[in-house]
DNA sequence: ATATAAATTTAGATTAATCTAAAAATTTAT
DNA sequence: ATAAATTTTTAGATTAATCTAAATTTATAT
């Protein structure tokens, strides 16, 4: 039996949707509907409408049929530590057990539902308090703020802009793979050389090279214009 | 969906059966009756009957009512697995987070079950590749051997014996905080001063000091003797 | 404004793991 | 060797999380 924050018990089944609903609902501010939280957790709307009347009534979410929820602030903090622990677990991975961007998030998955405060502050201090995962997502404080960067998709930049690659809307495996091949990683140097009105492909230079991305590539990478 | 060394799906639950038959049968080579598992598991007899059905169907473990049941080659493997990466863990809590040998136990037990081959083997090599836990125990090897080595019960060490502590048998947070305050650890070299008949206590000498010690104690750590 | 489409909820079942109470098998003690 | 005690199993219920199919509500389009 595994008591959270407040006290109260908390399966791992609750704290992955109030997890789900805290990133679909931008970091709990606006309303998940009953579909996209299915659709996140690849199940059906009539399970998620039982969980969310459930997760209502421990006090975790605000909820009028028909209208989605939105987390209280009990909830928010619940998946701020969730959220927390799976990007530190993550720094960990790729920092201290070789292993690459492109394979730590099933891993993570399980590790952000250990509980042990001790633990995952002395994670932390191990790892030196970082402040980003590795695919640039800001990590939450104790606390469960997050301090949230300027930054915009590449897709936006202008013609001879240049900018500072610090993170990646997707996350999958195939788009980090592409990233390596090309030698796109986080802090990469990115000048944007040309812009392709028929495509919306663009022409970058990264370091010496140069290539030509497409539009869902521009519209993945986030960049610190500079 | 998780599954295991032999592709088949294995719960947590499941794991956790396993593990303690494993530990009950001694390391699975004897049969462990319904009462103990459920005592080990904190369940009832007949919970415990229901389980060893289903292990028995998915082949983990030989069963035939009222005989117990002992583990199968795959039930071995599954279970050392499991110790294995318990035990590692527990190195990585003390010797990378500064646990103390009396905290890690419980967060150990939810680690075990994260499901990544690379995951432990890159910690077992962060590690160094320790061979016993912070307790003494000792860890199996990737295909599930344990080297044992030759100890025994500082109860059974005559007067003037000497030898060294490489082990704890009872690993309660109560017992290691007394050996914590007596400056007792696994190194610690120890001679039999004296034993009484009477209560079968005994004097002991480790490095300058000398205390008196309870057959309970004596009965609890292990020595390789020399 | 009303019909149609889409989203959400309800009703009723299913599965894994558990429980209590009763029945059956095994072990122990005289 | 048989009665008593202990252990184990069976039978029937319960809970959490899920599902399908049907009903209901809300949104959209003409």
């Given at each position: ?26 970091y ?14 690849e ?17 975790y979410v ?25 990007r ?11 292993f ?8 993570a998955?399980q ?13 932390d ?82 370091g ?19």
């Open positions: 039996m595994w008591f959270n924050y407040f006290g109260a018990m908390i399966t791992l089944t609750e704290e992955n949707y109030i997890k789900a609903i805290y990133q679909l609902g931008k709990g501010t606006v309303n998940a509907s009953t579909n996209s939280i299915a659709d996140a957790l199940t059906k709307a009539s399970s998620v409408t039982d969980m969310i009347k459930k997760l209502a009534d421990k006090g605000n909820y009028k049929p028909y209208q989605g929820v939105k987390l209280t602030q009990k909830g928010k903090k619940i998946a701020a530590d969730v959220v927390r622990k799976h530190l677990w993550e720094v960990f991975l790729v920092e201290k057990l070789n690459s961007w492109d394979e730590v998030h099933d891993i998955e590790l952000e539902h250990i509980k042990s405060e001790k633990l995952i502050n002395e994670l201090k191990l790892l030196d308090y970082p402040t980003h995962d590795p695919h640039g997502d800001p990590i939450p404080d104790k606390s469960g703020d997050i301090k949230k960067t300027d930054k915009t998709l590449l897709f936006n930049l202008d013609e001879n802009a240049k900018g500072i690659c610090v993170g990646v809307k997707d996350t999958s495996s195939a788009f980090l793979k592409y990233l390596d091949k090309y030698n796109i990683a986080l802090g990469s140097k990115i000048t944007v050389l040309s812009k392709e009105a028929f495509d919306d492909s663009m022409v970058i230079q990264i010496e090279t140069t290539i030509n991305i497409s539009q869902v590539v521009a519209n993945n990478l986030f960049i610190k214009e500079q």
